[in-house]
């Protein structure tokens, strides 16, 4: 492929046997995604976790990463392939909905990501961005007490760190890249897809931050904007 490095690569076996996805990590995507059918693409699928909520909502869940090693635990999952979700390998228009679960931190190129996923989406067709929460999580954000998270000086420092409160994590194993809230929200219509609703999760202070964004129909198709 164009040479990116699969980093999930060196830890896949250590998340497929001891990571725990965050529960409420499910019902967000549901409640965003809705009941639907047809195909439903998650990039950056992973291991292959949220095939069984993606299907247990009429969809066809099918999945795409960088990593062969977390692949290989999610075949048999769900139908995947190894790609990178700046070159989706699929036609214009041709998807009805697309997912990106807890993915957005790992790719610096999510803009780019975006491009394609509105790109693949057919007209009306509908994309569900579940991430870290941009305020709350990152390089800059001590959470060792759940009950007062410490922010420290960094949240505009948009560089990619291994930097975490906890040595046991996938952040200290892989890095992250951090998208101040903005950023984030801004490269959805830069994108050229339309906000439509939003969600937070987990208590007291959320951890994830989900947004569910959809390709306008013919009429109401409206080119990417340019970014400020
Ligand atoms: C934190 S894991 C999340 C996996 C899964 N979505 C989940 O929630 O369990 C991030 C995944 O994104 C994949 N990834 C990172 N950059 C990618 C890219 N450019 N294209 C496709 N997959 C990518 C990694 O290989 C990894 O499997």
Request: net charge negative; proline share 7%; glycine share 12%.
């Amino acid at each position: 492929m164009d040479g990116v490095k699969a980093a999930y690569d060196e830890i896949a076996d250590w998340y497929e046997r001891e990571f725990q996805p965050l529960p409420g990590l499910y019902r967000q995507l549901g409640d965003l995604l809705g009941s639907g059918t047809g195909l439903c693409l998650e990039i950056g699928c992973g291991t292959g976790a949220h095939a069984e909520t993606v299907r247990s909502l009429g969809w066809t869940p099918i999945g795409l990463d960088l990593s062969t090693k977390m692949l290989g635990y999610a075949n048999g999952r769900l139908p995947v392939a190894r790609a990178n979700a700046e070159h989706l390998p699929f036609a214009d228009d041709s998807l009805p909905a697309v997912v990106s679960v807890m993915v957005h931190t790992d790719m610096p190129g999510y803009p780019a990501v975006l491009r394609e996923v509105r790109r693949v989406l057919r007209p009306g067709g509908v994309f569900v961005h579940v991430g870290v929460h941009p305020c709350f999580c990152g390089h800059f954000a001590d959470r060792a007490d759940p009950a007062s998270i410490v922010i420290t000086p960094g949240y505009h420092d948009g560089s990619w760190t291994k930097k975490s409160w906890t040595d046991q994590g996938v952040r200290n194993r892989v890095g992250a890249a951090h998208w101040p809230a903005h950023q984030l929200l801004n490269a959805f219509p830069e994108a050229g897809l339309t906000l439509e609703r939003f969600g937070e999760g987990d208590e007291p202070t959320p951890i994830t931050f989900s947004v569910r964004a959809r390709k306008q129909c013919t009429g109401g198709h409206r080119e990417p904007v340019a970014a400020a």
